[in-house]
């Protein structure tokens, strides 16, 4: 298991104790870039897609979390099927 996978479980497993820092190396693995952040208003983008992040004390929201892991697995399943 690399370590995208070993993250993607441990977001999965415990979404609350997300950290920033593990949401920016997700998203990195998935061809992400930050664009810009704003007080705590961070905003990465790939191709056409555009996700706001906020960010309070270094955490980001469960909800968000659960968003960016259903953004990934729905990315995954279309590679999947290309194939």
Same mark, same amino acid.
Do not use: G, N, S
């Given at each position: 298991m690399g370590k995208?996978?070993? +993250?993607i479980d441990r977001l999965t497993n415990s979404p609350q104790n997300a950290s920033f820092?593990? !949401?920016?190396n997700l998203l990195?693995?998935?061809g992400f870039? +930050?664009?810009r952040a704003t007080d705590s208003h961070h905003i990465?983008?790939?191709?056409?897609? !555009?996700?706001v992040?906020?960010?309070n004390q270094n955490k980001v929201k469960k909800i968000y979390v659960e968003q960016i892991l259903e953004l990934i697995e729905a990315a995954d399943s279309e590679l999947e099927d290309d194939e």
């Open positions: 995208r996978e070993k +993250l820092a593990d !949401i920016r990195e693995y998935e870039y +930050l664009d990465v983008i790939y191709a056409e897609t !555009i996700f992040i906020p960010i």
